[in-house]
């Protein structure tokens, strides 16, 4: 086995193993075990279709039913002269003219909106399309003909060196947590000795007993 081989096993090691090293060292492996089979089979689902549907925004379709949550009310109440009346059409005509006026500007709103989405995503596709013909065209090995190899790798020991780091991190909380437990241990400790040499005075000299 050569080097190259040697360097693939470990950056498998430590991006797989990680999992399993660090959930022995908290006595937590069971959880690894029972839950990672539906781990890997869910991630591409994670990856993929989660993330491309939360960036489309594909829960802003609309259903038919944009504007009919609206209320525009009963209309006025009827009056009983004709002033009342020649006042309610004006109050009328002003409630239509604010709310039209109110509405443009809704729709103006809502264009912009819709239209910066639409940029983002348009924008966020053409991203990737570039990134997988660089990908695909530009990163080749000439020996093999294999496409994507050292984005592969790149991404395989970025991951693993990643998971390295959570793993230091995970044993720097055990070690401090053990720290913890001893101290908490020697102090426990040391409150009972007070507690009983106090205990073993008063037995010794009650209340009201004058030495």
Same mark, same amino acid.
């Given at each position: 086995?050569?080097?190259?081989?040697?360097?693939?096993?470990?950056?498998?090691?430590? #991006?797989?193993?990680?999992?399993?090293?660090?959930?022995?060292?908290?006595?937590?492996?069971?959880?690894?075990?029972?839950?990672?089979?539906?781990?890997?089979?869910?991630?591409?689902?994670?990856?993929?279709?989660?993330?491309?549907?939360?960036?489309?925004?594909?829960?802003?379709? #609309?259903? @038919?039913?944009?504007?009919?949550?609206?209320?525009?009310?009963?209309?006025?109440?009827?009056?009983?002269?004709? @002033?009342?009346?020649?006042?309610?059409?004006?109050?009328?005509?002003?409630?239509?003219?604010?709310?039209?006026?109110?509405?443009?500007?809704?729709?103006?709103?809502?264009?912009? !909106?819709?239209?910066?989405?639409?940029?983002?995503?348009?924008?966020?596709?053409?991203?990737?399309?570039?990134?997988?013909?660089?990908?695909?065209?530009?990163?080749?090995?000439?020996?093999?003909?294999?496409?994507?190899?050292?984005?592969?790798?790149?991404?395989?020991?970025?991951?693993?060196?990643?998971?390295?780091?959570?793993?230091?991190? #995970?044993?720097?909380?055990?070690?401090?947590? !053990?720290?913890?437990?001893?101290?908490?241990?020697?102090?426990?400790?040391?409150?009972?000795?007070?507690?009983?040499?106090?205990?073993?005075?008063? #037995?010794?000299?009650?209340? @009201?007993?004058?030495?």
């Amino acid at each position: 086995m050569d080097n190259f081989n040697l360097v693939d096993a470990a950056a498998f090691v430590a #991006s797989a193993g990680v999992f399993f090293l660090a959930s022995a060292l908290h006595c937590e492996l069971h959880h690894i075990v029972l839950s990672f089979v539906q781990y890997m089979a869910l991630l591409p689902t994670f990856v993929n279709i989660l993330n491309t549907y939360s960036f489309c925004n594909l829960h802003d379709l #609309s259903w @038919g039913t944009k504007g009919l949550e609206s209320s525009d009310g009963h209309g006025p109440k009827a009056g009983g002269g004709k @002033g009342n009346f020649k006042d309610a059409v004006e109050k009328k005509k002003a409630e239509e003219a604010r709310k039209a006026k109110e509405a443009k500007i809704k729709d103006e709103m809502e264009g912009a !909106f819709q239209r910066f989405r639409s940029t983002l995503l348009i924008f966020w596709l053409l991203c990737n399309l570039g990134f997988a013909y660089t990908i695909i065209v530009l990163d080749v090995n000439e020996a093999t003909g294999q496409q994507g190899l050292a984005y592969l790798k790149f991404l395989f020991y970025t991951v693993a060196v990643f998971n390295l780091v959570r793993l230091m991190g #995970s044993i720097l909380f055990l070690f401090s947590s !053990f720290k913890l437990k001893i101290f908490r241990c020697c102090i426990r400790g040391t409150m009972e000795e007070r507690i009983r040499a106090k205990a073993k005075r008063r #037995s010794q000299h009650p209340p @009201g007993h004058v030495v």
